[in-house]
């Protein structure tokens, strides 16, 4: 192993949290390197043909040459999705950022420094470098039309949250405007998207800052004057290390959890991390459903995938409803499905639950996911649907097997949840005069899936409490910082990227300062 090069800070992770603390640092004039695991994308070279599985999925360690954007993991008690790349989760998100309700923040597990109004100027930051604008009300979206027509219909109030594209004016050389493909969750082609490794990042490049993509990190440990980080180039497979004086993980909540885990209790380099660790995640209530055969063509491929959210917050267990659509070829796939009823085989597939990896891989890779399955279903006249609640944040992350897991029985600790979001998404189904079902995968395993996995390193005012200070500071670890979803202590309810971005605004602004 060569030796070690040394930089002031070391971020791994290029997502929301790495890539805001790679620019303030930057800004402060610090050397910094930005660690990632995924590969660089620039617009256009994102990858659609399905059949190709290894550039589409991410199935690090246990098939090498699997290192596509989409991570898609059947862990014990969720079915998790994140992205890899350079740019992290803003490659594939769906681009809204709400500020949630001042309520969510009351939760006792909420340190008292964090707070709705204490936030504020964190989230005028993260509006500022995203350039975050509704969709223009003037633009003719039909979708986004029959949805508030049926919010309506319900006595629902909704609001159109700020995004994160570029509708008016082309952003930036060889980007375009918005090309209402609703491809926004598979990588933008056109470069409409102002995502972090065009915005945030490409600044903290422009100030010095290094990215090494494709580069994996096992494991952190201290050495004199900062910390020293475990990689592998996933390229040649050769491992190196890099040293900081101050280290930030930003890998995402599974993948700054793992770390910490890693270090603690398989290498020992952290013996002294919080018992706490891995403790309340939350997969932010995400519930994924659809409807079918509705009176009006919808024309869900038109548009950004997200335009207007439906708020059901005026009973806990709060959440937030909204219809996630996807470009054409996907939702005459998802169309093609079905909405079949597991009936009195429901739930008899849970023990199968976590074998679905390479099922799913090897669907894909033979095409059984490239066309629809049956075409008597009008594609048109279909939606996703998707609610974002507050769930107990009760699962548990831990490593089994020598990999990430999550252990947490969602269905039965979070039952109301589940029967008032399928209850709205039923009346919302009426109102358009559609069928409503569930995800198959939740009639047969019972496990929901979620895109905002939050928690496992808590904010905390003590050690007894959660994972890292006010500060994102891993409690007996000075200089060794987390500035992701791992640091959120309740589920959010709301879009969770906000709430994200401004925590790890505030907390590289404690890095800058801790210099």
Not at 43 to 53: H, I, S, Y
Not at 114 to 125: G, K, S, V
Not at 147 to 156: D, I, P, W
Not at 349 to 373: D, E, I, N, Q, Y
Request: a positive charge; glycine letters at 10%; one cysteine or more.
């Amino acid at each position: 192993m060569s030796k070690a090069t040394r930089y002031d800070v070391v971020i791994v992770g290029s997502g929301f949290g790495g890539s805001i603390n790679a620019l303030r640092l930057s800004q402060a004039g610090k050397s910094v390197v930005v660690l990632e695991r995924g590969k660089r994308y620039r617009p256009g070279g994102f990858p659609r043909d399905v059949t190709r599985a290894d550039e589409l999925l991410w199935r690090q360690p246990s098939r090498h040459q699997a290192q596509g954007l989409f991570d898609v993991r059947f862990l014990s008690g969720i079915g998790t999705v994140t992205a890899s790349g350079v740019g992290g989760g803003s490659l594939i998100y769906a681009n809204v950022h709400v500020r949630p309700d001042a309520e969510v923040f009351e939760d006792p597990r909420w340190p008292a420094a964090y707070r709705r109004d204490t936030l504020e100027p964190y989230f005028d930051r993260v509006a500022h470098e995203l350039r975050l604008n509704p969709v223009p009300p003037e633009l003719p979206l039909r979708k986004r039309d029959l949805f508030q027509r049926a919010a309506r219909g319900l006595g629902r109030e909704t609001f159109d949250p700020p995004v994160a594209v570029a509708f008016k004016e082309p952003p930036g050389p060889n980007r375009r405007v918005c090309q209402l493909c609703a491809e926004c969750e598979f990588g933008c082609q056109h470069g409409a998207k102002n995502t972090l490794d065009l915005t945030y990042l490409a600044r903290a490049e422009a100030l010095g800052a290094h990215v090494l993509a494709r580069t994996l990190v096992t494991h952190v440990a201290p050495v004199r004057d900062g910390y020293r980080v475990y990689c592998q180039d996933l390229v040649s497979g050769e491992k190196h290390v890099v040293e900081g004086a101050r280290v930030v993980l930003a890998a995402g909540t599974l993948g700054t959890v793992e770390i910490l885990l890693r270090s603690r209790d398989v290498v020992r380099t952290l013996p002294r991390v919080s018992r706490r660790l891995g403790h309340g995640y939350s997969g932010n209530g995400d519930f994924l459903a659809s409807m079918q055969g509705a009176r009006e063509d919808i024309q869900p491929w038109v548009g950004p995938d997200v335009s207007t959210v439906m708020r059901f917050t005026d009973s806990k267990p709060r959440f937030t409803l909204v219809t996630a659509t996807f470009n054409r070829p996907a939702t005459e796939v998802l169309a093609g499905m079905g909405q079949p009823d597991a009936g009195p085989f429901r739930g008899w597939g849970a023990p199968l639950w976590t074998c679905l990896g390479p099922v799913v891989h090897k669907a894909f890779a033979k095409g059984l996911m490239s066309r629809p399955l049956r075409r008597d279903v009008d594609a048109a006249r279909t939606s996703n649907l998707f609610g974002i609640g507050q769930d107990n944040a009760n699962g548990r992350m831990h490593l089994k097997g020598g990999a990430l897991d999550v252990a947490w029985d969602f269905a039965g600790e979070n039952a109301e949840l589940v029967r008032r979001m399928t209850e709205a998404m039923r009346g919302l189904a009426a109102q358009y005069g559609a069928t409503f079902a569930p995800l198959i995968t939740w009639q047969l395993f019972k496990r929901s899936f979620t895109v905002h996995s939050l928690g496992g390193a808590r904010l905390a005012e003590t050690p007894e409490g959660g994972v890292v200070s006010t500060e994102g500071e891993v409690f007996h670890y000075p200089g060794l910082h987390v500035a992701d979803g791992a640091v959120i202590p309740t589920a959010i309810g709301f879009h969770p990227v906000m709430t994200i971005s401004a925590v790890a605004e505030r907390i590289a602004e404690a890095v800058v300062h801790g210099f």
